[in-house]
């Protein structure tokens, strides 16, 4: 991502004027650097473990990001974004609008075991794909708006119930919301603590995979 140059002041010739010296300084005043771009707001409960501010990674960073590059910057989705590289989605992601509910690398560690994992990553391809596929949502929605909506349909041909109690919001019966509303180019992204989609749980509870 670029970011604004500053522009340097002109030297004034030594034959100026200590007036013309001022006033040229004031002009070059008015060639400070425009505002940035505004800020990205996300939310939830992860968001504080998630890059912030001016760190690499950061949300206003990654909103001028394809989405798979942006997806490579954020710490705790290392094995969602694998699972879409080797799958072969991620060209689907370049599609006008997508939007992802991202599991995190802790959902996967409690969905599934050691050799379940291995065997969708390097072998079960189609059903790696289904998967990923209850995952997406075609266009670009806020978190707010797809509470609103009260359901949202998934690449997979499932309708999944979005429903909102206080500061949480959740997909199905299963997955929250726990950092929302990350940007990239023609992407939401927004984090939840649960793996969707009926493939069942193999994992054996203790939430530790290597990935």
């Not at 650097?33 to 800020?39: C, K, N």
């Not at 694998?82 to 072969?88: D, E, F, Y």
């Not at 984090?191 to 994992?203: M, R």
Request: proline residues 6%.
């Amino acid at each position: 991502m670029s970011y604004p140059r500053t522009s340097r002041p002109r030297r004034a010739g030594a034959i100026l004027a200590a007036a013309l010296l001022l006033a040229t300084t004031a002009c070059t005043d008015q060639s400070a650097p425009a505002p940035a771009a505004g800020t990205v707001s996300v939310t939830g409960p992860l968001c504080a473990a998630l890059p912030t501010g001016t760190e690499p990674g950061n949300p206003t960073a990654l909103a001028d990001l394809p989405v798979d590059q942006a997806l490579t910057w954020m710490p705790t989705l290392t094995t969602f974004e694998a699972a879409l590289r080797t799958s072969g989605l991620l060209t689907d992601l370049h599609q006008d609008g997508i939007t992802l509910l991202a599991p995190t690398d802790d959902a996967f560690a409690k969905k599934f075991s050691d050799d379940t994992w291995d065997t969708l990553m390097t072998r079960d391809h189609d059903k790696l794909r289904t998967l990923l596929k209850a995952h997406l949502i075609a266009g670009t929605h806020s978190l707010d708006e797809l509470a609103a909506a009260g359901t949202a349909t998934t690449l997979d041909g499932v309708t999944l119930t979005v429903t909102r109690t206080g500061d949480t919001t959740r997909f199905g019966d299963t997955a929250d919301a726990v950092c929302a509303d990350y940007l990239a180019t023609g992407a939401r992204i927004h984090l939840v603590n649960a793996v969707l989609g009926p493939l069942p749980t193999t994992a054996d509870g203790s939430g530790h995979r290597a990935h």
